[in-house]
């Protein structure tokens, strides 16, 4: 294998390009993964358009999948064979902090350090032909499954764990706000667990698609007030789970006012900007309705997904917008910031 490879870089504003870097080799305990597909997430988005501002060059890449093809140091190839198919989670987990401590690793107040010892441009580098993952990272996959679906591993990990706080049971009502692709796994995940599912999008085109994936309500928030909808559809009640995956404010105050006594509202999306909104206390006292947020995958959802899309229980396809060329990945970052499409994913 040649010592070089081929990463994509976000070089300036809008604009990504191949560059050439030194090809990291397997530490002890770690495998080297040949990435096949990487898609573009609102994070990488973000870093694009310059509305996070990172150093530049910045490889970014997060929801990538591959195939193992070399073994660090006391890694045993009868349990890490090569050409395997794989995920990784690649959140570090410190192991001593308080949330690795309470065995919540996705809140480790070191999630976000890398080992940049073997990287020549900063960032997670899933947007690289190879990447080091440390196996407690590595998640096996179906090595069947096509690489369009196996990059939603990381994405619906993040779901699952978001769903694991709605505490579904069969025949709640479940609102989820907001279409876009992060929503619209919450609808597939939501099914799975037995609700009905109400979806707010203001937009057309992505309430068809949640309808095709499920949903049973689709209500248009410009068009209606979404609150008493929610509350005229569940007979006054409220929902037992609202899942806000919109980065708007006054949104997420929105969703407060949907849920039901004893329910929970799941702030799933971060915010931008990290606007405050009102809470009523006495209306928490007299309701025991519990708000609260998900972040990252844990290690627990990570596996569920990478086990949901391995055996098709839940299938992405109609969430994938295309597939470029590693040398086409200006055109798959222009197509991923359009909001009219899902995931753009880009191929090594
Ligand atoms: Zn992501
Ligand atoms: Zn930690």
């Not at 609150?227 to 789970?241: C, D, I, P, R």
């Not at 919109?246 to 006012?257: E, M, W």
Request: hydrophobic share 40%; charged share 20%; with cysteine.
């Amino acid at each position: 294998m040649s010592e070089k490879m081929n990463v994509v870089a976000i070089v300036d504003e809008r604009k990504a390009e191949v560059r050439e870097v030194t090809r990291p080799k397997p530490l002890k305990n770690q495998v080297l993964i040949k990435i096949d597909g990487c898609a573009l997430c609102t994070f990488e988005q973000r870093m694009f358009t310059r509305v996070a501002k990172v150093p530049l060059p910045f490889v970014g890449g997060h929801e990538f999948t591959g195939t193992i093809v070399e073994l660090g140091e006391g890694v045993k190839a009868e349990e890490y064979p090569l050409g395997q198919r794989v995920a990784a989670r690649l959140l570090n987990s410190c192991g001593h902090c308080y949330g690795c401590r309470h065995d919540e690793q996705n809140v480790c107040d070191h999630s976000s350090d890398v080992d940049m010892s073997q990287m020549d441009i900063m960032g997670m580098g899933g947007l690289a032909e190879y990447i080091n993952a440390d196996l407690s990272q590595v998640y096996f996959l179906n090595n069947d499954l096509p690489v369009e679906k196996a990059c939603f591993a990381e994405p619906l990990a993040c779901v699952l764990n978001s769903i694991e706080k709605g505490q579904i049971e069969i025949g709640d009502d479940v609102v989820v706000i907001g279409g876009g692709i992060m929503g619209q796994l919450h609808v597939m995940s939501a099914k799975l667990q037995g609700a009905r599912v109400i979806m707010s999008e203001p937009d057309a085109a992505r309430r068809e698609i949640a309808k095709q994936l499920g949903a049973d309500v689709c209500i248009d928030p410009t068009a209606c007030d979404a609150v008493e909808t929610v509350k005229e559809l569940t007979g006054g009640n409220g929902a037992a789970a609202v899942f806000n995956t919109t980065a708007v404010s006054a949104v997420a105050q929105q969703a407060i006012g949907m849920v039901a006594k004893m329910g929970r509202v799941i702030m799933y999306s971060s915010q931008h900007p990290d606007k405050p909104i009102e809470v009523s206390p006495n209306w928490l006292h007299n309701s025991e309705a519990v708000i609260t947020g998900a972040v990252s995958p844990s290690v627990r959802s990570f596996r569920r997904s990478c086990d949901a899309l391995s055996k098709g229980i839940i299938d992405p396809t109609l969430l994938v917008s295309g597939s470029w060329d590693c040398h086409d990945a200006q055109a798959a970052f222009e197509a991923a910031i359009d909001p009219a499409t899902f995931r753009c994913i880009v191929r090594f």
